[in-house]
């Protein structure tokens, strides 16, 4: 009964690298969330993600950011040329399908990635 | 935009006492959800308020939504040293799957 699972769960790459994020959902989750953490401050919202769709993502920034959730396989966050800034904790989360009427948007998050570029 | 802001940011305090923390907004949220977080780790979801003016007991927890859903507060009786973490309260919106997170309230029990 594997819970939602993130890998790697600490990445190091050097300023202009690429980071390859990966999050596997829960069983029978369709929904997927990515958030960014920095020490000690709360969860910053990415971007939310159906099976092949982006439904959300007014918390990416605008350049060097992306996220898929691909018919098959885990939902990846991708980096491009990454800078200092990017140094952070990158957390998953999926809920189940969201039923009209029966939206609690309770979401169960991984482990996360620690992200630290040199 | 939603924001949620929660109060005290820091809170230390030796085992055995009681203490509350609070979440407020001054949004309507369909839905709140408390998490708590231990270093390294995700947030573990700990409960869900929905109805204005609901209370929830989770062993020594209370969880209390407020009349209007725009705040909610936790009172943990008795603290122990396992109850050290960061504690996230969440709301729920009328955009679907979105989640607007607090900053949190890190809690210290010392023994």
């Known amino acids: 009964n594997a819970g939602v699972m993130q890998n790697p769960r600490h990445l190091v790459r050097r300023r202009g690298q690429e980071a390859r994020l990966r999050c596997s959902p829960m069983?029978?989750?369709?929904?997927v969330y990515w958030y960014r953490q920095l020490p000690e401050e709360g969860l910053k919202f990415m971007v939310y993600l159906q099976k092949e769709n982006i439904i959300d993502e007014s918390g990416m920034p605008k350049e060097r950011f992306s996220a898929e959730f691909p018919k098959e396989g885990p939902s990846i966050l991708r980096i491009q040329q990454v800078v200092r800034g990017d140094s952070a904790a990158y957390f998953c989360?999926?809920?189940?399908?969201?039923?009209?009427?029966?939206?609690?948007?309770?979401?169960?998050f991984g482990p996360g990635t620690r992200l630290t570029v040199l | 935009t939603q924001l949620l802001e929660q109060s005290p940011q820091f809170l230390s305090i030796q085992e055995g006492e009681n203490l509350t923390v609070y979440c407020n907004s001054s949004?309507?949220?369909?839905?709140l959800q408390w998490y708590r977080q231990e270093p390294g780790e995700g947030p573990v979801l700990l409960v869900t308020?929905?109805?204005?003016?609901e209370v929830k007991k989770l062993k020594r927890l209370t969880f209390q939504f407020g009349d209007a859903r725009k705040d909610s507060s936790l009172h943990i009786t008795a603290a122990q040293t396992g109850d050290t973490g960061l504690y996230l309260c969440a709301g729920g919106g009328t955009n679907a799957g979105k989640s607007t997170f607090g900053d949190g309230t890190t809690l210290t029990v010392k023994p």
């Open positions: 949004s309507v949220f369909s839905s």
């Open positions: 308020v929905v109805t204005g003016g």
């Open positions: 989360a999926s809920s189940p399908l969201i039923l009209a009427g029966d939206f609690y948007n309770e979401q169960f």
């Open positions: 069983k029978g989750h369709s929904h």
